[in-house]
């Protein structure tokens, strides 16, 4: 859309949540039901597992692979 005259603040604001409200309903067209993506995501943890691709790690493990990766943000955005 082009803004070839000049427009209020309201019009703006008008103009933008029209958009906005158009954009929204085209992204839950596009959007499969939260179950559907479960069970996509969950067969496709099946299938890597199956075919000796998905990788298993202790709870314990997991924990300090998290830590490990915030200790490593932290010190990115904090140099010292």
């Known amino acids: ?37 479960l069970t996509q995501q969950v067969n496709a943890a099946f299938e890597n597992m199956e075919n000796g691709l998905a990788v298993f790690v202790s709870n314990e493990e997991a924990n300090a692979q998290m830590t490990e990766f915030k200790r490593k943000i932290r010190a990115k955005n904090n140099p010292l």
């Open 1 to 37: 859309m082009l803004l070839t005259s000049i427009y209020t603040t309201k019009e703006l604001i008008r103009l933008k949540n029209e958009l906005y409200i158009s954009y929204d309903l085209d992204e839950k067209d596009n959007q499969i039901p939260h179950d559907a993506w």
